[in-house]
């Protein structure tokens, strides 16, 4: 499948993760805002941080306010509202592309954070970015 297109008019939502080296859990941070598109596992980004799982599980949530897996979830979506508002792109391909295999997966996820579904939040932004003409 292609890349897609993005459109000429389009303003990125802001996706940023700020990766605070004061926090013991940054490597964490870092490596899911570069790997967000891939399975990432709990193992992983806690060896990353030099602890156990255990204690990469007690941490992370005290210094984000969210698990690793909630952090991952929240990331992956807010890079779907990026391609859902500057690209034209199906939505099976967008849930693919920010590391959901399930479409239908991606779709729960998607209303359960942002209250619309994916196909929903493109109709929204085609409508509040319409564009009228007043007759005189």
Do not use: W
């Amino acid at each position: 499948m292609s890349e897609p297109v993005v459109r000429q008019d389009a303003q990125p939502l802001m996706v940023k993760l700020v990766v605070d080296k004061k926090f013991r859990t940054h490597n964490a941070v870092k490596y899911i805002v570069e790997n967000y598109h891939q399975k990432i596992f709990v193992k992983k980004l806690a060896s990353l941080c030099y602890m156990s799982e255990s204690n990469f599980s007690r941490v992370f949530p005290s210094e984000h306010g969210v698990t690793a897996q909630g952090l991952i979830k929240r990331y992956r979506i807010e890079v779907a509202k990026n391609l859902l508002y500057s690209t034209q792109t199906k939505i099976s391909y967008i849930a693919r592309k920010t590391g959901f295999q399930d479409v239908s997966y991606f779709v729960r996820t998607f209303k359960s954070l942002t209250g619309k579904t994916p196909s929903e939040f493109r109709e929204n932004i085609l409508l509040t970015n319409t564009h009228h003409v007043t007759l005189l």
